[in-house]
């Protein structure tokens, strides 16, 4: 049951340019996302959020847009640097009082020099 | 800045065995999580655990697996009896009271099942 489905398993990008990563979900219920970033052996880094009120949501050189009509979000970086090479994870959440995520497969994003 | 710590980083068991996986908390956070991540698979939801007690579970966490936060700093997943599809990366989190800042995760304690 993908409730988060990230379909983009990589995405190669040059420095300086726009890195766009994509987010799909099927739960009606969820009102807050969440991107997280994974470098190899370290755990999630949180990296930004926005609510289900909103459509965008901006934090420096990232931005996360909501679409609740097509049940998509997107995660813009721009520029792209290579430190931000890692596994960005897409995560959901319903509400309710335990603050439970349900995560997607996460999308590797390498940034060439 | 607070961590969440986790030990150890990697552990290698037998079939069967029981493992205890340890997580150190942000001191002043109040829900815990233990979260598991097969290779190549989604980071998954395993349990959540709020006043000393679980608050949800997902259908992984069977009788196998049990939490406790035994003197109100270590937070820890026990497996019972290990089994191979049990190899996975198993993460701690917490978060004080909100989503705002996401959860903190743990570097991961990296169950290798043989």
């Known amino acids: 049951d993908q409730q988060v489905k990230q379909n983009s398993p990589s995405l190669s990008v040059q420095e300086g340019r726009i890195s766009i990563l994509n987010c799909d979900y099927t739960?009606?219920?969820?009102?807050?996302f969440l991107w997280y970033k994974k470098y190899p052996a370290e755990g999630p880094t949180f990296l930004i959020s926005?609510?289900?009120?909103?459509d965008k949501n901006e934090d420096g050189r990232f931005t996360v847009f909501l679409n609740k009509s097509a049940k998509h979000l997107s995660l813009h970086i721009v520029p792209s640097q290579p430190g931000d090479s890692a596994v960005y994870f897409c995560?959901?959440?319903?509400?309710?009082?335990?603050?439970?995520?349900?995560f997607g497969k996460g999308t590797l994003l390498t940034v060439n020099p | 800045e607070p961590e969440v710590t986790q030990t150890p980083s990697h552990q290698v068991t037998q079939m069967g065995q029981e493992v205890i996986l340890r997580c150190v908390p942000i001191?002043?956070?109040?829900?815990f999580y233990w979260y598991r991540q097969i290779l190549g698979q989604k980071v998954e939801f395993l349990v959540s655990?709020?006043?000393?007690?679980?608050?949800?579970k997902s259908e992984i966490f069977d009788d196998q697996f049990s939490v406790e936060r035994p003197d109100g700093s270590n937070f820890t997943l026990k497996i019972r009896s290990t089994k191979l599809e049990d190899s996975a990366m198993y993460f701690c989190?917490?978060?004080?009271?909100?989503?705002?800042?996401?959860?903190?995760f743990g570097s991961g304690t990296r169950l290798t099942v043989v």
């Open positions: 995560a959901g959440n319903s509400g309710g009082s335990n603050y439970k995520l349900t």
């Open positions: 739960n009606s219920m969820f009102d807050y």
């Open positions: 926005i609510s289900s009120i909103k």
């Open positions: 001191s002043n956070h109040l829900y």
């Open positions: 655990f709020y006043n000393n007690e679980i608050s949800e």
């Open positions: 989190a917490g978060t004080r009271d909100s989503l705002n800042y996401g959860y903190t």
